[in-house]
Nanobody, 117 residues
């Protein structure tokens, strides 16, 4: 079982920024893919951004140019920098990884982001 812990969520005004972190309990080079998802109230969970083991980044159209995914192997941590936040970015944000060994997916418990005046 892989343990993932997210942090960094909170309440922010429109136009503001946050940085989310996802700390893994093991070396993150063991993951083929690391991803951020979000789920807004009453909506389905959606993929926000992903980074592969070769550092290829992909983003949902809704966040391109505003969000940046990154990772720090030494700290066993993945980040999501959220800039120019808008009310529609309000959601619970989840970290997810795919283990290279067996392609099993693991999830964190999420961190809440609220964008409001």
């Amino acid at each position: 079982q892989v343990q993932l812990v997210e942090s960094g969520g909170g309440l922010v005004q429109p136009g503001g920024s946050l940085r989310l972190s996802c700390v893994a309990d093991r070396n993150i080079v063991t993951f083929s893919t690391m991803e951020w998802y979000r789920q807004a109230p009453g909506k389905r969970r959606e993929l926000v951004a992903s980074v592969s083991s070769s550092d290829t980044e992909t983003y949902a159209d809704a966040v391109k140019g505003r969000f940046t995914i990154s990772k720090d192997n030494a700290k066993r941590t993945m980040y999501l920098q959220l800039n120019r936040l808008a009310p529609e970015d309000t959601a619970d944000y989840y970290c997810s990884v795919v283990r290279a060994l067996d392609r099993r997916r693991f999830w964190g418990r999420g961190t809440q982001v609220t964008v409001s005046i």
